[in-house]
């Protein structure tokens, strides 16, 4: 490794190795190392053997749970959004070429001590319990609203300028009860907080559209999800970045930065020092570089049945609106199952998460524990989330953001998008970023 | 290297016969190729991208840089009466410093497990790769161990063929020498891969699971093809769910 580098990648997650496809496409010299001896970081999806070493280092598997290989198991929950920029990051770059994708099965939502499907179709919303009679007419004019307004044309804002206007004054104009605004503001926008409601309804719009054209893409739901788990997508483009000439060492512990006059100028690790102009890694290489930003706490359940009332759905996900159960958030259930080749046969893994509030966080997962069934075993960790202090121009150290509470990638999707423009200077633009394969063509040359 | 048939004629032929034969309505279904995956291991330098250049180009290139910008290579061939498509999958220089991510074998159906005859390390090297694959990969997998740089064999042999057959039978493994260099039983490796794939059971699985279904849209079993392209971006929210 005693070569000069372009680029010095820190850690495999997701958000460093996206980062790590674009820049290798773009010719960089990028070398790319992780301390683990695995793909992935915070990103990676479990074996058993993993995921026990992981959380019950003194216990073995139990048989039950049937072989290793069968399990890839998420440590943070999150599904694509069919029509998202991360599915358009993945479409542009090639990287379909090496994943499978499967549909989630439906989208739930909770309100007053059930859950009820958020409507796929104009016949499911007609007989949805989710509103009353009158209250579907109203919601019907608000969607009307949102499905015809068109920033550039006044007739279609009703008065209401999406730009300014809060969205507590789209609901009040449209007379929605609270019930319907969470389910707006919760379900479809998937905002974690009531933060939104005071801020401009454009963001909310927004949202909005990205779920329904999400949902319109391929039905269900507005999800997707790659068959063998997440851990395949840092994966995925860490090959894109190889077959672009990056380099890729696991397994490498990192010894220290080296600073020349305050700026970065090379990574030790071994003994030898790699010659570099920029570094771009995840928060755990700069523990002092980091601000703590918030907790996460998520429960890792094995299930060997579906949750229950949800038509038997071999993935779902769940959203319980801060409100419905007293809290200041959300708190998030992402089930998938052996039918995305991520557990053993009959059984399913349901992550449930939330933003710590209290100093009891596993309790505060209680109401949507409670949604599952019997659980055959549970595994719970409480993250920090962190963010960079600086933006990295002042010494050449670019750091990533830790995986939110969200349940989808839009959010990392910013993050690389941040990054790259503050390491390359320019906007990112993914159209046309590699020559795409032809189906059935060589490819090659 | 002029006097033998090439690999990339009789790759042409074997397409060409499996064109002709359409008008067979029987063997219709048949005719459209049975995708395989095809990963190729080994120690970085023994000739596995040469091996796939021969096979799938029918090129040499002396003094070839490492692979650069293809996710994979593809090349047919045709088995009695059905065509193979392999879809191959290079290492990307990910094996030189054991960073080989495992969605590399991830549902392949075939893996060709490469050495230098002149170089007796690479055969150790090799068999890890075949220890890692029946760790790993799918248990069905066709393994062929082939030793490269058969042309040096005069030379410069360093691995006995005696010694390379004797692990690959007692291992379960297709075996042959060959090279990339002239051409020498580069071809048979693939068709012996062919012969050995559950070609039927692949097809019946794929049936099943609508895996191999194509086209916008969500296929059969919820799953869903984004090379299609991701159409309705940027549209008016269409379809308002309620």
């Known amino acids: 490794m005693d070569e000069s580098y372009d680029v010095i990648v820190l850690g495999t997650g997701l958000t460093e190795c996206i980062l790590s496809g674009l820049l290798s496409v773009e010719g960089k010299k990028v070398l790319h190392m992780d301390r683990n001896d695995y793909y992935g970081g915070e990103s990676a ?6 995921l026990y070493r992981k959380f019950r280092p003194d216990q073995q598997p139990p048989s039950q749970f049937g072989r290793d290989r069968d399990w890839n198991v998420d440590l943070i929950p999150k599904f694509a959004m069919a029509s998202g920029e991360f599915t358009n990051i993945l479409y542009h770059t090639d990287v379909t070429r090496y994943l499978e994708f499967r549909q989630i099965a439906g989208s739930y939502v909770y309100r007053d001590g059930r859950i009820s499907k958020v409507p796929s179709n104009q016949t499911e919303a007609v007989s949805s319990p989710l509103m009353g009679i009158f209250e579907k007419r109203r919601a019907k004019k608000f969607f009307e609203f949102v499905q015809g307004y068109d920033f550039n044309n006044p007739a279609t804002h009703q008065g209401l300028d999406l730009n300014t206007v809060p969205m507590t004054e789209v609901y009040k104009k449209f007379g929605l009860e609270p019930g319907t605004q969470d389910f707006v503001g919760h379900a479809l926008a998937l905002h974690l ?17 990205l779920y329904m054209n999400s949902m319109a893409r391929y039905g269900k739901s507005p999800y997707i999800y790659p068959l063998y788990g997440l851990g395949e997508l840092p994966q995925g483009f860490a090959r894109l970045s190889a077959i672009y000439g990056g380099t890729y060492m696991l397994n490498k512990k990192v010894d220290e930065l080296v600073y020349e006059d305050g700026k970065i100028v090379g990574v030790k690790s071994e003994g030898e020092v790699a010659k570099t102009k920029a570094v771009i890694g995840d928060p ?37 609106p801060q409100k419905q159960v007293n809290r200041g958030h959300d708190i998030y259930i992402a089930a998938v199952s052996y039918a995305h080749n991520v557990a053993a046969k009959d059984y399913w893994t349901a992550i449930v998460s939330t933003i710590v509030e209290t100093s009891d966080p596993e309790k505060e997962l209680q109401p949507a524990m409670a949604l599952l069934g019997p659980i055959a075993e549970k595994f719970i960790s409480v993250s920090d989330l962190y963010e960079p202090v600086a933006d990295g121009r002042a010494d050449g150290v670019y750091i990533t953001k830790s995986y939110d509470a969200t349940s989808h990638f839009e959010t990392t999707c910013q993050d690389v998008k941040d990054v790259y423009k503050r390491v390359t200077g320019n906007d990112l633009k993914v159209e046309g970023k590699v020559k795409k394969q032809e189906e059935g063509g060589a490819g090659a040359e | 290297m002029a006097a033998r048939p090439s690999a990339r004629d009789a790759a042409a032929s074997l397409n060409n016969s499996a ?5 067979d309505a029987q063997n219709a279904a048949n005719l459209k190729p049975i995708q395989v995956k095809l990963v190729l291991l080994g120690e970085a330098a023994v000739g596995k991208s040469s091996l796939v250049l021969r096979f799938v180009n029918n090129e040499f290139q002396e003094n070839k840089e490492p692979t650069i910008g293809a996710a994979f290579l593809t ?8 065509i193979i498509k392999y879809e191959i999958w290079d290492t990307a220089g990910q094996e030189r410093f054991h960073s080989l991510a495992p969605m590399y074998y991830r549902n392949a159906q075939a893996a060709v497990v490469v050495y230098d005859i002149t170089k007796p390390a690479s055969l150790d090297k090799a068999k890890s790769w075949v220890k890692e694959l029946q760790r790993q990969a799918n248990p069905n997998i066709v393994i062929a161990l082939v030793g490269n740089k058969l042309d040096l064999e005069a030379t410069a042999r360093g691995v006995p ?61 919820g799953r869903v093809d984004l090379n299609a392209g991701p159409g309705g971006r940027n549209a008016q929210p269409g379809g308002c769910a309620c």
Request: with cysteine.
């Open chain 2, 161 to 221: 063929r005696e010694e390379a057959q004797a692990y690959a039978t007692e291992a379960g493994l297709l075996f042959s020498e060959a090279s990339a260099k002239t051409g020498d039983n580069v071809m048979d490796v693939f068709t012996e891969i062919a012969k050995k794939i559950p070609l039927d059971q692949l097809l019946a699985s794929r049936g099943r699971a609508g895996g191999a279904a194509s086209g916008s849209g969500a296929a059969a079993g």
């Open chain 2, 19 to 23: 064109t002709s034969a359409g008008g």
């Open chain 1, 284 to 320: 755990s290489y700069f523990p002092d570089k980091v601000k703590k930003t918030g907790q996460v706490v998520r429960a890792i359940c094995i299930l060997n049945h579906p949750i229950p009332n949800t038509a038997d759905a071999d993935s779902i996900q769940i959203v319980i």
């Open chain 1, 193 to 209: 907080d009531d933060s939104y409601m005071t801020q401009p309804a454009k963001e909310t719009y927004e949202r909005i559209c």
């Open chain 2, 75 to 82: 090349q047919k061939c045709k088995l009695d009466d059905k």
């Open chain 1, 45 to 50: 999806s479990l074996n058993l053997t993993q």
